[in-house]
């Protein structure tokens, strides 16, 4: 049911999905979703937290026991995987947008999650330079602002313009810049030094 | 007109703003709309031209004889400016999340907006290769790529979350890094050799 309700939002926006166009998609009764659901605004919140779950999920399932540099590297493919699937991919973004201004419910959770997205990138950072992996003068956090822009200004092109646009270049020119600017030249600079050593 | 038609449109959706709205909002008549616009649909469509014009004469001048890479870094300033300014900034990126399915018109000028933003920003890579400013290795599609991603997606989660990101941070970051990747390493190591004396 959840998944149905995410693909009319998807599809349809918030207005254009009555609960009457969910229910006839889902194969259920309107009754049915109003005994679970106080109405669209609670049934599209429910819907959220659902997608916002099976991502976050599938982010921190694929980095663990990975070093901070391959984690950042397997996060793109894990995003890039979810934009281009058939698993409502634009659902959350389409109403990030979407819900700025007018549903204040939605737009706390899904803004939590980005604030959660951005942390627990700059916790891989702070990680990889603990490990002396990354250099000690990047900003965790600056990273992870510019790694979340990259990865979200990447999917809403492709949405848009998925012939014209690779997605595949995009991230992958970003994570390598990244990684070259992380652990590149400073470190070995101070390799050569052996300042760090 | 076109001015709060495009405050319209941003603040209340296109399913939100009545051609009677706008009226009122601009102190005009339904008449006097109706007289110039077809419909709806055509007053979005001049309202967005409109936009994208002026947007795009913005990025142009400011890298009126720049180098290439001190153009990079200014055409992220100007796009920050934008995006944080009062002039309806929001209405354009609302506006290409929103057409995808649902406006074809509005959708394709959208799209081909896009492409023209990569196009210039390759060509600016290009152009700083030709001087030998930037390392001839890499491709400036990718750059263009990557470099728009990560515009549109600081201004997404700046317009989603203005008290906790941080705009300059993530563009600053993309910029330092982009540039040394563009002209750091590879450069300096040949210059060193002599290489490319």
Redesign the interface.
């Known amino acids: 049911m959840l998944a149905t309700a995410a693909d009319c939002f998807s599809?349809y926006?918030y207005?254009g999905s009555s609960i009457d166009r969910i229910a006839r998609k889902a194969g259920v009764t309107k009754g049915s979703i109003y005994y679970h659901f106080r109405d669209k605004e609670d049934l599209l919140a429910a819907t959220v937290l659902d997608r916002i779950a099976e991502f976050e999920q599938r982010v921190q399932a694929s980095c663990d026991g990975l070093a901070a540099d391959e984690a950042l590297r397997r996060i793109a493919h894990v995003c890039q995987d979810h934009a281009m699937s058939k698993d409502h991919p634009?659902f959350l973004?389409?109403l990030?947008?979407?819900s700025?201004?007018?549903n204040q419910q939605v737009?706390d959770q899904?803004?939590s999650t980005?604030?959660g997205f951005?942390r627990f990138l700059a916790g891989l950072v702070r990680r990889g330079q603990q490990q002396e992996l990354f250099r000690a003068d990047v900003?965790p956090?600056?990273?992870a602002?510019?790694y979340?822009?990259?990865?979200?200004?990447?999917e809403?092109?492709y949405?848009?313009?998925p012939d014209?646009?690779?997605m595949d270049?995009?991230?992958?020119?970003?994570i390598?810049?990244?990684l070259?600017?992380l652990n590149?030249?400073r470190t070995d600079s101070l390799q050569e030094n052996g300042e760090n050593r």
Request: glycine share 8%; charged share 25%.
């Open positions: 599809r926006g207005a634009r973004i389409m990030m947008i979407e700025i201004d007018t737009s899904l803004r980005m604030r951005r900003d956090e600056r990273v602002s510019a979340t822009s990259a990865v979200l200004g990447a809403i092109q949405y848009q313009d014209s646009f690779c270049d995009a991230l992958g020119h970003y390598d810049t990244l070259v600017s590149g030249v």
